[in-house]
């Protein structure tokens, strides 16, 4: 077993040819660039992926950022995994989890959680709301552990729902949508 930085994405919320940077699998095509250095290129294959995509991009909203992140909880805690910290925002959801080693293992295990849904989330989010695959980034020292920690619970900007095994749930006042 090992810690990671598990980072889970909304349906449609981050394209292949996003002006943020991207990917595609095993590296067959990527920008130059990053979220903070915007590359700008690949301008067609955005568009391509824009209209393939049914539908709008997935955004979790405000209200029910708390209830999504309860649901994570509880299917974590139920595949039997020690959490320290999950944040939910409108296009993807932060949890810093101790896992087993094989990636794959790994993928079947997020997979499990992202199916978890309750009433309230049915109600307002119909389908899917997770996008496929996610990066499960391996956490090898106590420094990176700490490091990964407070970048979870406190870089995540305005409108994040956090819960920290310290602190439960925090209140809406410390995190606010501006």
Known sequence: MMWRH?????????????ARG???REHRIHSSGDYRNPPGEHAGLLHYHQRR????????????RKEVLRVLLRAIRKSGHRVLVIAVKAKHAHALVELPKDRTHVKRIVGKWKCARSKP????????????GGKYKPVRTRSHQLSAYKYI???QGPGARVWTCR?????????TES
Do not use: C, N
Not at 53 to 64: D, T
Not at 123 to 131: C, D, E, N, P, Y
Not at 167 to 175: H, S, V, Y
């Open 6 to 18: 598990v980072i889970i994405s909304t349906r449609r919320s981050w394209l292949h040819g996003d």
């Open 22 to 24: 991207f990917r595609s």
């Open 53 to 64: 995509a049914k539908g709008e991009a997935i955004r979790i909203p405000k209200p029910l």
């Open 121 to 132: 989330i049915r109600a307002h989010l119909k389908g899917s709301i997770w996008a496929e």
């Open 153 to 155: 619970r406190d870089d």
């Open 167 to 175: 602190e439960g749930l925090l209140p809406p006042t410390r995190r």
